[in-house]
Each structure stands twice: as C-alpha cells, then as structure tokens.
C-alpha cells in the first residue's frame, strides 16, 4: 500500500511562492505519473500539474501555467510543486495523487491519495 504525505503549505502573501512536497512510501512510485490538485472551499477538486516518470512530460492547469512548476527526485521518492506569484484565488487545500498509468487531469486516474495541505494567500 502506498502513503502519501503532502507539506509545505501555509499562509503567504499575494505575489510570494511556496514549495509543496509530496513523500511517498510502502513503495517506490518512479514509474508512476504523479499529479497535483486542489480543493477550495465549496467546490470540487481540481487538476492542477502531473508529470510522467521521466520528469520530462508534463501538464498544467492553464490558470497555474507559467507561475507554477512539478518536478520530482525519484531517489527521495518525492514529489515537488513550485508555486510562484501566488494569487489569492491559488487557496485551497493542495493533493498530491500517484498510481496513475498516464499523464492524467482527472482524479479517477490516481489510486492514491495523501490527506492534503492547506494553502492560503492573502491579499
């Protein structure tokens, strides 16, 4: 069975970044597609960036392009969401999923699921 483990949110201002991680265990995830989604309040969970095992494939949310960045280090078994000039309505709380077969933006791909970090900034 694999566990997810999702850190690095908090309270951050319009316009700063944070780093999220995503750690893995139970088993080594270097050849799964990793995702990214996020969940505000009242509304449902939404893709947000996945990459494929290589690192060189990867997908975004058009309203993440360009400020945020997925990357992983298959030796830590870890997965990493850049977020830069972040923007008030970036809060949510932040889900890493594994288990895909394919670079995928919708949730039933995933088998597995971390509980999520919380992500919110201020205007």
């Known amino acids: 069975q694999v566990q997810l483990v999702e850190s690095g949110g908090g309270l951050v201002q319009a316009g700063g970044s944070l780093r999220l991680s995503c750690s893995a265990s139970?088993?080594?995830?270097?050849?799964?597609?990793m995702g990214w989604f996020r969940q505000a309040p009242g509304k449902e969970r939404e893709f947000v960036a996945a990459?494929?095992?290589?690192?060189?494939?990867?997908i975004y949310a058009d309203s993440v392009k360009g400020r945020f960045t997925i990357s992983r280090d298959n030796a830590r078994n870890t997965v990493y969401l850049q977020m830069n000039t972040l923007k008030p309505e970036d809060t949510a709380v932040y889900y890493c999923g594994a288990g895909s077969t394919y670079l995928a933006r919708i949730r039933s791909a995933y088998a597995y699921w971390g509980q999520g970090t919380q992500v919110t900034v201020s205007s």
């Open positions: 990459m494929g095992p290589s690192s060189i494939t990867t």
């Open positions: 139970g088993r080594s995830l270097r050849y799964d597609h």
